[in-house]
């Protein structure tokens, strides 16, 4: 639980649960040890209320007349006084805590959890023997209870002003350390993506400085090793298409011409032979198949390489073949969305631009069993996005690119592109995006 709070939150609630404990202690210090000191002040006073009542009882047995002598006593004391006269009759005396009631300024929840110990002081006053009352000590503790209170008040007041400038020094300090973090975290997301072109701010204490530091040379050589591996493949996708191309041309000089000479030498066998004899049918077989031949070896040289898109264009040639396709599979019914502007397009990226578009329509017709396809093939701004959707059974097993889909995804990979597998409202998704500009760099690079 506590490893899933934030780190201003586990910096926050031992500061704040300190001061509370520090405030709860305070006043249990103050409950403890203010009776004490409250009997301690009034201490002194007590005991000159025992001398004052001795020296009245020695004036009393010396006076001629001890009443009024008793009755001036009691009038010089007046009201204010916290030693007063209690004759006999009138009872015991009031405890001091009786008249802590209302008392201005002073909570009766603060007065009853402090412990005020008994001061109240009687001494007998005593005329011919007889006790006729009592000098008692009756402390008004208003001004000390209100001492007290206020005390109590700056105690909170101290430990709220420590607890806003602790949590101010400690969300500042939050603040400053996470923020590097932060920025150290969304470059490691960045890197983890792909992107280390962007560094990432080096601040912060000197091992966050530090780690910054090594996740910017992380990032650069990583984009080293992936420049190099793009280096890598797109060297790699143009000597396939090197071999590519002189296979084709070895197919087109070579067997076309023996197709074609087998094909005439047939042509001629046929017109020369006998319509009754069994030699015309036998060379009819013939040329059916040396034209399969020739239709088979067509469309080889097609997918060894595209001879036409250099004439054409790549618009013009990717129109072609989604009219072969047309033909090759006529219960799909298949629309498309070709840019005429992709003509402008040539090199590796209009190759790259048709084989996957081929690749695609050719995995609809061999595995999805669909029974609509579209094209999309359009160029936005530095990007060619390419997609091509179907209604069929979906992936295979695993959500895996194939053989032929995988060598896509090394071309594209060669020219800084993606290619990725979607599957949702019940159609398949092949999308492609190529950059121009990288495009035109490794190009030329190459």
């Known amino acids: 639980m506590w490893q899933r709070l934030s780190f201003r939150t586990q910096l926050f609630l031992p500061l704040g649960a300190s001061l509370l404990a520090?405030?709860?202690?305070?006043?249990?210090?103050?409950?403890?040890?203010?009776?004490?000191?409250?009997?301690?002040?009034?201490e002194p006073r007590q005991r000159s209320t025992l001398a004052i009542a001795t020296a009245l009882n020695n004036t009393l047995r010396a006076s001629d007349n001890p009443r009024q002598t008793l009755d001036a006593f009691v009038h010089s004391l007046g009201t204010s006084s916290d030693i007063q006269f209690r004759?006999?009759?009138?009872?015991?005396?009031?405890?001091?805590?009786?008249?802590?009631?209302?008392?201005?300024?002073?909570?009766?929840?603060?007065?009853?959890?402090?412990?005020?110990p008994e001061m109240d002081a009687a001494s007998p006053v005593i005329i011919d023997g007889r006790r006729v009352g009592d000098l008692v000590?009756?402390?008004d503790l208003s001004a000390d209870l209100f001492e007290k209170w206020i005390g109590f008040l700056a105690l909170i007041c101290l430990v709220l002003a420590l607890m806003v400038l602790t949590g101010t020094i400690a969300y500042v300090f939050a603040g400053s350390a996470l923020r590097p973090l932060r920025n150290l975290g969304d470059g490691l997301?960045?890197?983890?993506?792909?992107?280390?072109?962007?560094?990432?701010?080096?601040?912060?204490?000197?091992?966050?400085?530090?780690?910054?530091?090594?996740?910017?040379?992380?990032?650069?050589?990583?984009?080293?090793?992936?420049?190099?591996?793009?280096?890598?493949?797109?060297?790699?996708?143009?000597?396939?298409?090197?071999?590519?191309?002189?296979?084709?041309?070895?197919?087109?000089?070579?067997?076309?011409?023996?197709?074609?000479?087998i094909r005439a030498g047939t042509i001629a066998l046929i017109e020369a032979s006998s319509p009754a004899g069994n030699l015309g049918n036998s060379a009819q077989e013939v040329l059916q198949s040396v034209e399969a031949l020739q239709q088979t070896n067509r469309r080889i040289l097609d997918r060894l390489r595209p001879l036409y898109i250099e004439e054409l264009g790549l618009a013009t040639s990717v129109q072609t073949l989604l009219q072969?396709?047309?033909?090759?599979?006529?219960?799909?019914?298949?629309?498309?969305?070709?840019?005429?502007?992709?003509?402008?397009?040539?090199g590796p990226l209009a190759q790259t631009v048709y084989r996957v578009i081929q690749e695609a329509l050719t995995n609809v017709l061999r595995h999805a069993k669909a029974s609509n396809a579209h094209v999309?093939?359009?160029?936005?701004?530095?990007?060619?996005?390419?997609?091509?959707?179907?209604?069929?059974?979906?992936?295979?097993?695993?959500?895996?690119?194939?053989?032929?889909?995988?060598?896509?995804?090394?071309?594209?990979?060669?020219?800084?592109?993606?290619?990725?597998?979607l599957r949702a409202d019940d159609r398949t998704y092949v999308r492609c995006r190529l950059p121009v500009e990288a495009t035109r760099d490794a190009s030329s690079s190459g």
């Open 22 to 42: 520090a405030l709860i202690l305070g006043g249990m210090l103050l409950q403890t040890f203010a009776g004490g000191q409250l009997a301690e002040e009034n």
């Open 376 to 421: 999309q093939a359009t160029a936005a701004g530095e990007t060619l996005v390419i997609e091509i959707s179907d209604d069929g059974g979906g992936f295979p097993a695993g959500n895996v690119f194939g053989r032929g889909l995988t060598g896509m995804h090394e071309r594209v990979r060669a020219l800084s592109g993606s290619l990725s597998l």
């Open 189 to 261: 997301t960045r890197i983890r993506r792909g992107d280390y072109a962007t560094p990432i701010p080096v601040a912060g204490p000197p091992e966050i400085r530090q780690s910054c530091e090594e996740a910017n040379s992380l990032a650069a050589t990583l984009a080293q090793l992936s420049a190099d591996n793009r280096n890598l493949l797109h060297r790699l996708v143009s000597l396939q298409d090197d071999e590519r191309r002189d296979l084709a041309r070895e197919m087109h000089d070579e067997l076309g011409p023996l197709l074609f000479s």
């Open 137 to 139: 000590f009756l402390p």
């Open 324 to 346: 072969n396709f047309r033909k090759q599979s006529p219960h799909i019914g298949l629309t498309a969305t070709i840019d005429p502007h992709l003509n402008g397009i040539d």
């Open 87 to 116: 004759a006999a009759e009138e009872g015991p005396a009031p405890s001091p805590k009786g008249g802590l009631r209302n008392l201005h300024g002073v909570p009766q929840w603060f007065i009853e959890l402090l412990v005020i």
